[in-house]
């Protein structure tokens, strides 16, 4: 019978690199089974008029349909395919299309809250949190926002403030207790990644699920 995929786990705040570390640990491993999926993906579908879903707080477990992601998750540890669902943020909705996965050996579960849930917990290998200063994660939120998100300057400082910065202290940075390990510099710490790299290997191998 083949083996139980890897799950990880990469959470922190927002713009605090989980995306970079996520790919510097996928680049490890180019060409292998690898899949990547963004707990973004799963914010809930609206039919609010835009000028309400702006306001809605997206830094709120209540945010995500967390049991989609649990049930989509689940399907590819057994085993099966899924069709995901694809988030916009130009339009804060969920997009028409969906984007067909196929279930792989190792599956890095990326997102702001993905450690909040308890049975999302029970099913990933390895828990990681990426700690950036707050300050450095608002600049480049900024920069990332405007540029990629169709956000004004102004939007995004009072989302922030209003919204981001609360919830990230009473919902994302509590869940920092649940991480196995906690990584400073994102992306660009090269001792976490290759720790990792090499935690991964050995389940793997230790699996008998071949890289
Ligand atoms: P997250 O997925 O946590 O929101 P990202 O990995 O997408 O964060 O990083 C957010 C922004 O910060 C991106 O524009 C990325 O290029 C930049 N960034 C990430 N890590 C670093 C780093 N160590 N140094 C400088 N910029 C970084
Ligand atoms: O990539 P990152 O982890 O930063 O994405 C999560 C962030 O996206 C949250 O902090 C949330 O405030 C933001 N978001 C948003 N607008 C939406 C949905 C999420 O600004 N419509």
């Not at 083949?2 to 989980?18: E, R």
């Not at 579960?109 to 029970?122: H, N, T, Y």
């Not at 390895?126 to 405007?146: A, E, F, G, L, S």
């Amino acid at each position: 019978m083949k083996q139980k995929p890897i799950v990880i786990g990469v959470t922190g705040g927002s713009a605090s690199g989980k995306t970079s570390v996520s790919r510097a640990i996928f680049d490890q491993f180019s060409g292998h089974s690898l899949l990547l999926l963004a707990q973004d993906a799963y914010y809930k579908k609206s039919d609010l008029p835009f000028e309400q879903r702006r306001k809605i707080n997206y830094d709120n477990p209540l945010a995500f349909d967390t049991p989609l992601l649990h049930d989509q998750l689940e399907a590819l540890i057994e085993g099966h395919a899924i069709d995901r669902p694809v988030y916009d943020y130009k339009i804060h909705n969920r997009a028409e299309e969906v984007v067909h996965m196929e279930p792989k050996d190792v599956i890095i579960v990326e997102g702001i809250l993905i450690l909040a849930d308890e049975e999302l917990r029970k099913l990933m290998d390895i828990k990681v949190y990426v700690d950036t200063d707050d300050d450095i994660r608002v600049i480049r939120r900024i920069r990332r926002d405007m540029r990629e998100r169709g956000r004004s300057l102004d939007d995004i400082i009072d989302q922030y403030l209003k919204t981001v910065k609360p919830s990230y202290h009473q919902f994302i940075e509590p869940t920092k207790r649940y991480a196995d390990i906690v990584v400073p510099e994102g992306g660009h710490n090269a001792v976490a990644i290759d720790l990792l790299t090499t935690k991964i290997r050995a389940i793997l191998a230790a699996r008998g699920l071949s890289e």
